[in-house]
Structures are given as structure tokens and as C-alpha cells.
């Protein structure tokens, strides 16, 4: 029997949401602050206005809720499902009022996609976006890659807040606490945005010629975009516009960066090189890399897209590192990459599904369920064929000598086939509207994986269906389904319990 919700339940789910929603008012006030310094009224009153909605919803949602929550494990997924629905939607405002899409779907589709880190986009001349709009993309793809509910604890820490750290799809505490956890996490990625911003601005001055502005303005949203594994990009041809091989480099370098736990960072920190390499995570994630680029070189050869070796190397090495941290930069156009059919194709598509590691900023199926899921239907393969009595090691290596218990294996196995349900649901649904099968599959793997990679399909003109189909599998491809399914129970208590 179905046992409905009380009072008292949503009056604690109200309280952290208005505690998110608070937080994300405060972040907003950084495009806000710089739409006001550049006279660029028509975005400021868009800020303007989704500050004030993001503040009076907070408060209000925080006078709901108790004084003392006590914050339970349904309370804190059901809130972190509800924060990547409704922080998306008030995010759309600057956007829908900017005048640069076409109905409010497509601007909330552009902040479910910044949120969720996948890189998406309805967006029409971008090109001549302002400046602080194109800031607040970018910020978004920050905030959802660092986590909104990280932020939030590290402002708000207080009891029961483990249950959000983890209905965020964050797996491992690098530190005892949650609280300490959230605050490596954003030193991480501090360092990163200064060192990287740093690189970026000297490559834009003295390589590209840049003004010492436009390179910092480049170089701050190509690292919240490469670092955070987005794949929003200041112009509307990606990483092309800048024809810069060090350009892509140093993006490289910081997608990669993305695409690793933060564990790994903490153990790298720590001069523990030898371990994160033995890990079994660290040795799937190589081994799928170097398998689906080897895909990819051969489809191209074969096809004969590019004349030269370095042509081909460069192109080919770019975008399958792109797909495989997840990130969805570009450096050829969306209907040069739909010509790569094939071995290419097929390379591109699972380097977008097995996705990097595992409590990183990528998206994906994750490298270690990749590894536990071989490791799993290899001891099965082997319990079969081996003698009668025969023992099968169970042992894998993460971190420290661990046990593939049947546990483990059933959850890996059922995330592992729940991505590839949603990946098949999505590009069934972009068929039945007459998409061809290859087109469709990898729009519907982008979106599902958090990548953000498109061969054109993704387009302001799309089907209504096909732009929500797109935006649920972000949702729920960013999250790994928990949240969701705790939501979905929540409302299903309550609707039907007693």
C-alpha cells in the first residue's frame, strides 16, 4: 500500500529548494552585475527579473518549511529532482526575454542543456548574443557541472545533507565530510579556472590576436564550457572559430580535467599517480578511448573524408575526446560530422555512452559501470565454461582491493541497461518523426550522455515532442535515474496513497 505524503514531508522538501533556489538568486547576480556595468539594458531587466523570481520563490519556500528539518533520504532525492526542473525554467528568463529564441520552450531547453551539462542548443545568432547572456549560458553549464546542490551545502551545511550529495549522481566523499567533499571540489575547480583562464587569454592574445578582453571573454567561457564538460561555446561554430591547434590543446587538457572524479583529482593531489592508474576505472576509460578512436580512424580512412594524416588525426582525435568526456565541443560543423558514417559513427556513439568517470562533471554510462558491467558478464561467461566447483575471482582494484559482490553487479547492470533504454526511447521517437536511424540514435545518445555533439537534428524548428523527449533524457541521463524515480514515486504517493 502506497502511504501519502504528509504535510510535514512537503514542508521540508520546500525548505531546501527555497535554500537552492536562494543560492542560484546569488549566482545570478554575477551576469546580472555585468549586463549593468555594460549597459546592456534589454538582458539586465531579464536578470532583473529572474533574480526577483528566484529570491521571492526562495523565501517563500523557506517561510514553508520547519524551523529544524530533518532532511530523509526520499525528502533530499525528490528535492534534487525537483532543483534540475525548476532552476532550469527560471534560469530561461534572461534567455526567452533576449529575443534570441523562438518561445519559452526553447530557452528552457538552452537551460536544461547549460544545466545538465550536455550543450544542446535552440539558440538563433548566437553570434550576436550580449555578452552577459552569453556569460549566464555559460555559468549554468558551471553551476550544473560543479553541482547546485554542492553550492548549497557549502553555504548551508546542515544535517541529512548526504542524501542531496548523492541524488546529484556524486558517489564518492574524497573527504569525511560532506561539507569538506563540497569545499575540495570547488578549490579543484578554482584552481583550474585560474590556470586555465590564464593559458587561454595568453593563447587568444598572442596567438589569435585577440584583445586582452575578448581573450579573457573567450578564455572564462570555453573553461566553464571545457572544464565543467558542457559544450557551450561563445560562437555558433564551436572550437572551429578559433583554427587553433594550441587553442584545442589547452581546452584538451581541460575537458580531460572535467571528465575526472574528483577522488582521482584528491589522489593525484595527494602523489598517488601509481594507484589511480591501477585502478580499474583509470584502465576502462583508456582502453574504451583508444578502442573508439580506433573506430573512428579507421570509418575516416575508409570513407576518405580528410586527404591528409594530420587532418584526419586532428579532426578524428578531437571529437572522440570530446564525446568521450562528455563535453560536445566541435571543430567541424554539424553536417560535416553527419557524413561520418560507418566504423566513425559507431566510434562516436559509444565514446558518447561510456562517458569519463564516475563523481565527475561528465556524463555518460561512466567508466567504472563499463568495467564492473565486462567484469560482470565475463564471471558469468567463465562460471559457465569452467569445471563444476571451480571458483571465479570477484576482486577488482578502485581506490583499494574491492569485492564485485551480487550487489553491485545488479546495480551496475541496471543503470548500465536504464541508459540504454533512454538512448533507444529517444531515438525511436526522433524516427517516428522521420528521422533517419543513424541521425537519430546519435542526437538521442548526446542528450541522454550529457554531450551535447549534434548532426543536426537538434534544431528550433524540431517537433515540440522531440524538444521535451530531448530535455527529459538530459534530466534524467544527468541525475542517473534515482532522483528521478524518487520523484515519480513521491507523486505517485501522493496521488494515490492513503
Given amino acids: 500500500m502506497l502511504i501519502r505524503p504528509v504535510a510535514d514531508d512537503l514542508a521540508v522538501i520546500a525548505h531546501y529548494l527555497g535554500r537552492i533556489l536562494t543560492v542560484v538568486a546569488m549566482a545570478g547576480l554575477l551576469p546580472t552585475v555585468w549586463a549593468a556595468i555594460a549597459r546592456e539594458w534589454r538582458p539586465l531587466s531579464g536578470f ?29 532525492m525528490v528535492v534534487v529532482a525537483l532543483t534540475w526542473i525548476v532552476v532550469p525554467a527560471m534560469g530561461a528568463i534572461p534567455l526567452a526575454l533576449s529575443g534570441h529564441y523562438a518561445n519559452f520552450l526553447d530557452s528552457y531547453f ?11 542548443a535552440l539558440i538563433q545568432d548566437l553570434d550576436h548574443l550580449a555578452p552577459s547572456l552569453n556569460f549566464w549560458r555559460h555559468l549554468l553549464q558551471f553551476l550544473g557541472g560543479q553541482g547546485i546542490i554542492l553550492a548549497a551545502l557549502t553555504l548551508f551545511a546542515s544535517g541529512g545533507v548526504l542524501t542531496l550529495f548523492e541524488g546529484e549522481a556524486r558517489e564518492e566523499r574524497v573527504l569525511p565530510s560532506v561539507g569538506s567533499t563540497a569545499r575540495f571540489i570547488w578549490a579543484v575547480a578554482a584552481a583550474h579556472l585560474v590556470a586555465g583562464v590564464l593559458v587561454l587569454t595568453l593563447v587568444g592574445t598572442v596567438i589569435l590576436g585577440f584583445t586582452p578582453i575578448r581573450a579573457v571573454f573567450h578564455g572564462l567561457l570555453i573553461f566553464f564550457a571545457g572544464f565543467d564538460t558542457g559544450g557551450f561555446a561563445p560562437q555558433s561554430t564551436s572550437l572551429g572559430y578559433y583554427h587553433s591547434a594550441i587553442f584545442e590543446g589547452v581546452t584538451a587538457v581541460l575537458m580531460v580535467a572535467g571528465a575526472m572524479s574528483f577522488g582521482v583529482h584528491y589522489a593525484l593531489w595527494k602523489g598517488r599517480a601509481r594507484s589511480v592508474m591501477a585502478n580499474l576505472e583509470t584502465k576502462t576509460l583508456l582502453r574504451t578511448f583508444f578502442i573508439t578512436l580506433a573506430l573512428v580512424f579507421v570509418g575516416l580512412a575508409t570513407a576518405g573524408l580528410y586527404g591528409s594524416v594530420a587532418g584526419l588525426s586532428r579532426q578524428g582525435l578531437f571529437q572522440v575526446l570530446s564525446a568521450h568526456t562528455g563535453t560536445g565541443f566541435a571543430t567541424v560543423p554539424s553536417p560535416e560530422l553527419a557524413t561520418w558514417g560507418g566504423l566513425a559513427f559507431g566510434g562516436m556513439a559509444l565514446a558518447m555512452a561510456f562517458g569519463g568517470m564516475g563523481s565527475s562533471t561528465a556524463g555518460g554510462v561512466k567508466a567504472l559501470r563499463v568495467g564492473l558491467t565486462v567484469k560482470t558478464i565475463s564471471n558469468q561467461i567463465k562460471q559457465v565454461l569452467l569445471p563444476e566447483g571451480a571458483v571465479v575471482g570477484r576482486g577488482y582494484f578502485q581506490g583499494s582491493e574491492q569485492r564485485l559482490t551480487d550487489e553491485v553487479s545488479q546495480s551496475v547492470m541496471s543503470v548500465t541497461l536504464l541508459y540504454v533504454g533512454l538512448f533507444l526511447a529517444g531515438a525511436g521517437i526522433a524516427q517516428a518523426y522521420g528521422v533517419p536511424l543513424q541521425e537519430a540514435l546519435f542526437e538521442s545518445v548526446s542528450a541522454g550522455a550529457s554531450v551535447g555533439l549534434s548532426v543536426g537534428v537538434t534544431a528550433p524548428t524540431m517537433p515540440v515532442l522531440l524538444k521535451i523527449t530531448y530535455m527529459v533524457q538530459m534530466w534524467a541521463g544527468r541525475l542517473e535515474f534515482v532522483a528521478v524515480f524518487a520523484l515519480f514515486g513521491f507523486v505517485l504517493s501522493w496521488i494515490r496513497g492513503r
Fill in 48 to 76: 532583473l527579473v529572474m533574480v526577483g523570481v528566484l529570491l521571492l520563490a526562495g523565501q517563500l519556500l523557506l517561510r514553508a518549511g520547519p524551523r529544524q528539518p530533518h532532511l530523509g533520504w526520499s525528502h533530499g
Fill in 110 to 120: 538552452d537551460a536544461m542543456s547549460g544545466l545538465s551539462t550536455t550543450g544542446l
